[in-house]
């Protein structure tokens, strides 16, 4: 088979619109109306008053790895009722509580889906933006906030049983983020999943202000198809996934290294997959007796760097490696792990 590389440099450079997709919506409870004494952002509203949606299946989340800013202005937003008896698209209060992310299967997505949640802000007028959800306070494996999708008895039944929720640190987004696995029954773009706050065993039920021009913000990442993961991680601590939908036509991934020292010079190698490994510096560059090309990549203040890919309908693998200047190992090269890229599947 002729390997055009052209094409791969040109899908390198595009970010493609995934295939795979949600809507993402909220629902906040009137705990102020139905008279909670509990005003302060973040902390335990209750779960006392109706439910009502706030801009309701208005936003789309692309499951192609990347961090996306959800943003929602109580001010101006459409409120729509949902549940309980104060519910009638009217937000009453002055405050209440952010009650669940609303997930709409709009894509049909039948694949099982990761879904990682960061930075919960409510931004007011007179207070500023408070960030009660960056979860950097809590162990990986603590649920904080946010329920197991399944919890919900009013979506329950429009997932398959197993899905999980908790704090995780493999994606970059600060040190750690919010994890959610779950999986819809079928393909059908009218269920969703209630992801809700009810009780949770950390920061449960947590207020956020209906008045003083109010704004809900929080990051989302979603993905349904992770790269392999080929090893060779080291010398040095960089650690990457890969995952997005996918790398067919259409399609996109994300490659993400954490660990790299803050503001490192990198580059991912690109190299046919299923030739020789190649050592060089002290680490091993997977498949590289294939070497075709580098991509030039920078770690951030955390030390972490992101790329997205566009997937392309040639059939072809690659592997893919990160390397970054590293003072602190002997040869001066901290290898990250490898990944087998799979393009046109």
């Known amino acids: 088979m002729r390997i055009h590389t052209p094409t791969f440099i040109l899908a390198l450079a595009s970010f493609a619109s995934a295939q795979g997709f949600l809507q993402i919506s ?10 909670s004494a509990v005003g302060t952002v973040g902390a335990d509203g209750g779960t006392n008053g109706g439910i009502e ?11 192609d790895g990347q961090w996306h800013t959800f943003t929602f202005d109580f001010a101006t937003d459409p409120i729509t009722g949902f549940a309980g008896a104060s519910a009638n698209s009217i937000l009453e209060g002055t405050y209440g509580v952010l009650e669940h992310i609303r997930v709409l299967n709009s894509g049909g997505v039948t694949a099982p889906i990761t879904l990682l949640v960061d930075d919960v802000t409510d931004t007011t007028t007179t207070g500023g933006a408070v960030n009660f ?13 946010f329920r197991q999708a399944g919890f919900s008895g009013s979506t329950g039944t429009n997932l398959m049983t197993g899905s999980t929720a908790a704090v995780q640190n493999t994606f970059p987004s600060g040190v750690q983020s919010y994890q959610h696995d779950f999986q819809f029954v079928d393909n059908s773009t009218t269920r969703w999943a209630r992801i ?4 949770s065993t950390n920061l449960p039920n947590p207020v956020v202000r209906f008045d003083d021009n109010s704004v809900v913000t929080f990051r989302l990442l979603g993905y349904t198809d992770c790269q392999p993961d080929l090893g060779f991680q080291g010398p040095g601590a960089v650690n990457g996934v890969f995952c997005g939908d996918g790398l067919n036509a259409a399609e996109a991934s994300t490659v993400h290294f954490t660990g790299a ?3 490192a010079i990198g580059a991912i190698t690109v190299s046919l997959f299923g030739l020789p490994d190649l050592p060089i510096i002290g680490g091993t560059v997977a498949s590289g007796a294939g070497f075709l090309f580098s991509i030039p990549l920078f770690a951030d203040a955390n030390g972490q760097a992101n790329l997205t890919i566009g997937g392309d309908a040639t059939m072809v693998d690659f592997a893919l490696q990160g390397v970054f200047l590293d003072s602190s190992v002997t040869q001066g090269v901290a290898f990250s792990n490898a990944f087998q890229a799979q393009f046109g599947i």
Do not use: C, H, K
Not at 196 to 199: D, E, L, R
């Open 261 to 263: 020292p803050a503001g």
């Open 196 to 199: 809700t706050s009810f009780n």
């Open 53 to 63: 949606f706030v801009n309701q299946d208005a936003q789309t989340l692309p499951l």
């Open 133 to 145: 959800g960056d979860f950097e306070a809590y162990a990986p494996g603590d649920l904080v906030m």
């Open 26 to 35: 909220i629902g906040v409870r009137e705990t102020g109306f139905a008279g």
